[in-house]
Structure formats: C-alpha cells, structure tokens
C-alpha cells in the first residue's frame, strides 16, 4: 500500500501552537491491537476506527483530543492528528512537548516494524519539514516505543529501499493542509481551462448537430412544398431563414474550432 495522508475529520479542542520543532518522537500505542498475531494479521478495515477510539479516549482525559502529531498504521497509512504547527501532549514532559512533535505507531512494544510503516514514518517526518530523532523513553521512563522501533532508530531509522515516497522540497504543512493562495489560483486557472474545453466540445457538438438538422431542412425544402402544396412566397421565406440560421451556425461552429 502506497503511503498516504489521511484525515479523518477528528474534532479538537483549542490547540497550542507553542512548539518549537527539534524533531520527532516516535511512540507505539500500548498493548497491541492486532492479538497473537501481531501485524502479519492485521486488519486494515480497523485502522480508522482504533484511532478515534484514541481520540474520543483522550478527550475522556480533559485532554484537547488525539494527543499524537499524527498515528501510522503497519500498512503505510498516516492518519493526520494534531499535525504541524501545533504541540503535542504525548511526549511525557513539557519539554518534549515544546521540542517535538509526535508519532505513535498503531502496533504494541513487541510487534513489527513493518516496511510500510518506516515508509510512512519518513513521509510523516518529511511533510512536517521535521526528522525522525527521539523515542518517548528518551524523555521519560518508559518502554515506549518498544524494542522493534528502539532497535530501527539505533540503526540510524534506515529508509527502506524503494521509490522516495515524497517530491523533494515538500511544501510546508499550514492549517489549510497545505493549500496556499498560489495553489488555489492555480487551480482556478486549471478549472476555468477546463470548463473551456469542456463547454466548447459541448457546443461544438450542439452546433454541428443542429447544423446538420437545418442542413437537411433545406435540402429538403422542395420535397416539403410538394408534399404540403405551401404556397411559393412561404417557400421562398422559409428558405431565406434557414439558408440564414444555417450560415449563421456554420460561423458559430468555425469559431468555437479555432479555440
């Protein structure tokens, strides 16, 4: 599964903005929820789910929501919290709080650090313009994050190999997760070439539609008057306005081929 962000819309109370970005700490969530099997058995259905329980947990504290930066499932999915530019309430002292966000694997101390879970850690570092650098028990007195992320962060947290899941110089994460006046123009600009293209195929095939029905009208104009016995100065009439809207068509669907 290829690393992604995603929200899940969780509601927080107000929010801190008071943190000074040194790094990450990495955290895992406690007993495993994944059973006997660890995360070779685990059910990705029940990701979403296990992190608003989280949320909805933390919120039964006093505490303003999810106390994570953001939660990375074992199959490479990060599911946004607090996210950038806010502190966290994970890291277990003040100063871990003000000096670094937080990201909590969803697995227990023993379970496996799976492949796309360091790929989706590394992700979350880069769009946080931050870097993988503490475990919890870094600040305080704790097994967290477990031997699994302690032996992968004391072998440097090695990237696995594979395609770089992120664009080099990721933009910088904003409250408007990441959209920026710039990208709303540029996007107005795509849609409005779009519409463009999209109305002028439209009206082309209108037009050339039409163009045929008055085509075939006034070929047939002389079939008509013998069949309807109309009287000449009609005839001539009706000609004149079809042989017009016709000519008048045939400008309109030349236009619209220029563009």
């Known amino acids: ?22 790094g990450i700490t990495a955290h ?37 929501g999810l106390a994570y ?13 607090r996210w950038a530019n806010r502190r966290t309430a994970a890291n277990g002292t003040n100063a871990g709080n003000q000096r670094s966000y937080a990201v909590c694997y969803l697995a227990g ?5 799976t492949t796309e879970a360091k790929r989706a850690f590394h992700l979350s570092a880069a769009l946080l313009r931050s870097s993988l650098r503490w475990r919890h028990s870094d600040w305080k007195s704790t097994s967290c994050p477990g031997k699994p992320i302690r032996k992968w962060s004391q072998a440097g947290w090695p990237l696995p190999p594979g395609p770089n899941p992120l664009p080099p110089n990721p933009p910088h994460p904003t409250e408007e997760y990441f959209v ?69 068509l045939k400008e309109i669907s030349a236009a619209i081929k220029k563009k």
């Not at 819309?9 to 107000?14: E, R």
């Not at 029940?46 to 949320?55: D, G, L, Q, S």
């Not at 930066?69 to 919290?81: E, F, K, L, R």
Request: aromatic share 8%; hydrophobic share 35%; with cysteine.
């Open 69 to 81: 930066s953001a939660v990375v499932c074992p199959h490479g999915i990060i599911y946004q919290g």
């Open 109 to 113: 101390g023993d379970d496996a650090v």
């Open 28 to 64: 895992y969530g406690g007993d495993s929820p994944w059973g006997k099997g660890g995360v070779n058995r685990s059910d990705h259905n029940r990701c979403p789910t296990i992190v608003r329980a989280w949320h909805d947990y933390h919120l039964s504290k006093g505490w303003s």
């Open 180 to 248: 920026t006046p710039e990208d709303e123009r540029k996007f107005a600009a795509m849609l409005d070439r779009k519409l463009e293209t999209q109305t002028n195929g439209i009206l082309e095939f209108i037009f050339a539609g039409l163009e045929g029905v008055f085509g075939q009208q006034f070929n047939k104009l002389a079939e008509w008057t013998a069949l309807m016995r109309t009287d000449p100065k009609d005839v001539a009439l009706l000609k004149s306005q079809s042989a017009q809207q016709l000519a008048a």
């Open 1 to 22: 599964m290829t690393s992604s962000v995603v929200s899940l819309g969780l509601k927080f109370k107000a929010l801190s903005s008071n943190i000074t970005d040194e």
